[in-house]
């Protein structure tokens, strides 16, 4: 036993009678807190709120990794929107050398007046 060692013991014999009430060795419920979900940001395409058989004007961008045209946001003033259904609303790339596939529609505005359909 060290010299301070001995000084303590010598020290806490002075408070005989007088022990300290333990701590509780519970740990005190302290869960992590729960982490903000971060939402994933739903697809383009599945936030626009269709209506069927509406014209809108719309934005899209083809997202093909390595099409000439991919992430290039382009512009159509007229497009239908079939059934309303986004599965059946769909904007292929179909340039003469671009992918041939599917693009992201990113905004859709309702046409206002809508065309009058001959
Ligand atoms: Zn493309």
């Known amino acids: ?49 269709w209506e069927p058989q509406t014209w809108y004007s719309i934005t899209y961008a083809c997202r093909t990794a390595g099409c000439r045209n991919e992430n290039q946001v382009k512009f159509a003033p007229m497009f239908y929107s079939n059934d309303g259904l986004s599965k059946n609303i769909r904007v292929v790339d179909a340039a003469d050398d671009a992918c041939k596939k599917d693009c992201v529609i990113l905004t859709a505005d309702k046409l206002d007046p809508q065309p009058v359909e001959e």
């Open 1 to 49: 036993m060290s010299a301070s060692e001995a000084a303590e013991q010598q020290s806490s014999s002075d408070e005989d009678g007088n022990t300290p009430v333990p701590e509780d060795p519970t740990p005190v419920d302290d869960p992590e807190p729960e982490p903000e979900p971060t939402p994933e940001p739903p697809p383009p395409g599945d936030t626009i709120a």
